[in-house]
């Protein structure tokens, strides 16, 4: 059965720190990690990583996939309040065509 | 270019009443899903469809029913609604999980009391 974790499941830090989250997965057939920011309603997008190595970057957010370890990270620099929503991360199963979520780790970003 | 659109986005019923909810798209993407997501669960997959007529069963299928007779509309039916069912539900779709991310709809608040 394919599987997302995500750690830590929460995390409070003080306004201008730098935090990392992590996703570990176990997906058949798997193609694509993606990382979403959901704040109060639907979840919007950030990354989608296919290649191992590969940073993909945007603004303070930075992301990378390592696909022999079975794991991706997601990086915040110096944060800001605004940053403060629930992080989740998916494993696209290409066989079945489906998205599996993490439980998501709840970043809160204090002044 | 409305995306995805969720009907009704709140609703309370009673336990052992019946309803559907409602999720259409207009990019025309293949493929469709119905999550849950409850406190400290993240996202549930529930059942998913890979195109018109298809459907197939998520994590936590039990209790739910769906249908895809159009492509651009997929819907979730709860026969005989449970306190157990009480979540916030959303519905994505996605064009390829390989080539572009899923997309969102803004959910449907249900509570069954």
């Known amino acids: 059965e394919d599987k997302v974790v995500q750690s830590p499941l929460s995390l409070v830090v003080h306004e201008g720190d730098t935090v990392t989250l992590n996703c570990s997965y176990e997906v058949t057939n798997f193609r694509s990690l993606l990382w979403y920011k959901q704040e109060k309603k639907a979840p919007t997008f950030l990354f989608m990583l296919?290649?191992?190595?590969i940073e993909k970057k945007s603004g303070r957010l930075s992301s990378i996939l390592d696909k022999k370890e079975l794991f991706s990270i997601l990086n915040i620099t110096a944060t800001q309040t605004g940053d403060s929503a629930v992080y989740l991360c998916a494993g696209g199963n290409q066989g079945a065509q489906k998205l599996v979520f993490g439980q998501g780790t709840r970043l809160t970003i204090n002044p | 270019n409305a995306g995805v659109t969720q009907t009704p986005k709140f609703r309370v019923l009673k336990t052992g009443q019946s309803m559907t909810l409602l999720c259409a798209q207009d990019m025309n993407h293949e493929y469709m899903y119905w999550y849950r997501q409850d406190p400290g669960m993240g996202l549930r997959l529930i059942h998913y469809?890979?195109?018109?007529?298809?459907?197939a069963k998520g994590e936590v299928p039990d209790g739910y029913n769906v249908s895809r007779l159009k492509k651009q509309n997929f819907l979730l039916g709860l026969e005989s609604a449970a306190p157990s069912q009480t979540s916030v539900y959303f519905c994505a779709s996605s064009y390829s999980v390989g080539v572009r991310e899923a997309f969102f709809g803004q959910g449907t608040r249900l509570t069954v009391v």
């Open positions: 469809s890979v195109g018109e007529g298809t459907t």
């Open positions: 296919t290649s191992s190595g």
